[in-house]
């Protein structure tokens, strides 16, 4: 049965997809920019103790999920315990969204890259975007070819598309980016930008900052979604978990670090403002590879980094869905790969256009159909998954037989394992509450009540675990 799932060839092979998967556009595109706009080191320090005090737990967690569950996402929840399949589905269905509107952002790299191949900016950048990203069919065009490329990969199977193409992509991304970073710090007054993205001013940590972390804490990591389920499913039963969900959060925030690093020091070092929001890579960094000597063959080559890392995570997001098809509609792994490309290029139509033709179009809340999604999947479905990922770990799954599947039965040491369940249980479902609660609307002293009220139901619940627990004894 494994088998005809598939494998992963060998452990590096599944730490460097998962690696993929996790860093992204969220690493190169979402959080330069958020560190940008929220405070520049501020950001990164709050960042960083989510990724420590969440960021690993978390991990942890889906990946044993999906190891003992071996299935998708939906299938490894209910094969752990009968009617929980429900919290995969969320991920499945949150996958799908993202990927809709991922592979718009990742086709206007495609077009960057080409631009760069073909020397560069020929007008002011914000045009240049401005009038690309709102013409109707090009960016659609960028898109499909993502689509493609993507659902190439993932035919070809876990070992053999999926692992392959992420040890061919992810060594280069990391040289690239390393010759990028060379080249940024050691612009003139590059000084200033290192110390705004990682000399951290306190004051500027508000709870809009907290938040506005915590949420890239999940996308980055690509949890909350299922993605570390379906790539643990694959997983054989020996495989040391704990190490796995060590490396990989910390090759994504090395990766996250490293982009604030090849961006922001430029940035600064032209003169230009860290604070452009989404256009920082699309319209200032442009602006600074034109005045940059040789600077097309940075451009190209960053442009490449940015596509390898958009595609490893557009690969474990279509995988999520596709492993879905195959193991419950039980469909083949080419048929269930060109279906769901065929529905993602269809909606990814109206996502490039909410851009352009669309733009005014207002789905909901007055946000159009691309920031819609973006809201629906960052606000209520990416934190109602974890939430419900720790719900699960903490309370739902058996103890101890969470505990030997972590271990493979004692033979590996985790001696952590009960600073990991408070980790889950009290830090994850608070933290994940604050971001529902903001979401909905609930903010100020009505939060906190909430958040004392979900932590004393918390403690009766302990209380009540342990009476019987005693009384078992
Ligand atoms: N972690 C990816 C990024 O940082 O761009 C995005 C992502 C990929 C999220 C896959 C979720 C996922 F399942």
Excluded at 355 to 377: H, Q, R, S
Aim: contains cysteine; charged residues 10%.
């Amino acid at each position: 049965m494994s088998s005809e799932r598939g494998n992963w060839g060998s452990n590096v092979g599944f730490v460097l997809a998962a690696a993929g998967s996790a860093i992204g556009l969220g690493n190169l595109w979402k959080f330069p920019y958020l560190a940008g706009k929220n405070g520049g080191g501020a950001f990164v320090v709050v960042y960083l103790g989510l990724i420590v005090i969440l960021g690993f737990s978390l991990m942890l967690g889906e990946m044993v999920i999906g190891r003992r569950g071996k299935s998708d996402a939906f299938g490894a929840y209910n094969n752990i315990k009968k009617g929980w399949g429900f919290i995969g589905m969320l991920g499945i269905l949150c996958c799908f969204i993202v990927y809709s509107y991922y592979v718009v952002i990742a086709g206007w790299i495609v077009k960057y890259i080409g631009m760069f191949i073909r020397g560069g900016l020929t007008e002011d950048p914000v045009l240049t975007f401005g009038n690309f990203i709102a013409s109707g069919t090009s960016p659609i065009l960028y898109s499909f070819i993502v689509v493609v490329v993507t659902a190439a990969i993932v035919l070809k199977g876990v070992s053999g598309g999926i692992e392959k193409a992420s040890k061919i992509m992810m060594p280069i991304l990391f040289v690239f980016m390393i010759v990028i970073v060379i080249r940024s710090v050691t612009l003139p007054n590059a000084i200033e930008g290192i110390k705004y993205f990682l000399k951290p001013d306190f004051s500027l940590i508000t709870p809009a900052v907290i938040i506005a972390a915590l949420g890239q804490v999940f996308f980055s990591l690509s949890l909350g979604m299922g993605a570390m389920i379906t790539y643990g499913s694959y997983l054989p039963k020996d495989s040391n978990l704990i190490k796995s969900a060590l490396y990989i959060p910390i090759l994504d925030t090395v990766i996250a670090l490293l982009a604030g690093l090849a961006i922001l020091p430029a940035v600064f070092s032209f003169g230009l403002e860290p604070t452009a929001g989404p256009g920082l890579i699309f319209i200032t960094l442009p602006r600074v590879f034109a005045a940059m000597p040789f600077g097309n063959v940075f451009g190209i080559m960053f442009f490449l980094l940015v596509l390898f890392a958009a595609l490893t995570s557009t690969i474990s997001l279509l995988e999520v869905v596709v492993s879905f098809v195959v193991d419950q509609l039980k469909l083949d792994r080419k048929k269930a790969t060109i279906l769901v490309s065929i529905i993602i290029a269809a909606i990814a139509i109206p996502n490039s256009h909410s851009f352009g033709p669309m733009a005014d179009f207002k789905v909901f809340f007055g946000l159009n159909f691309f920031d819609f999604l973006g809201y629906l999947t960052d606000n209520i479905l990416l934190p109602v998954g974890g939430l419900m990922l720790c719900l699960f770990v903490g309370y739902v799954w058996d103890k101890e037989d969470l505990k030997n599947e972590l271990t493979n039965d004692g033979d590996i040491a985790f001696p952590l394992f009960s600073a990991w369940m408070i980790g889950i249980k009290y830090l994850g479902i608070q933290l994940l509450s604050l971001i529902l609660l903001q979401a909905v609307g609930i903010t100020g002293k009505k939060m906190s009540y909430s958040l004392v009220i979900i932590f004393m139901i918390q403690i009766l619940f302990h209380v009540l675990e342990n009476k019987r627990k005693v009384s078992a004894v």
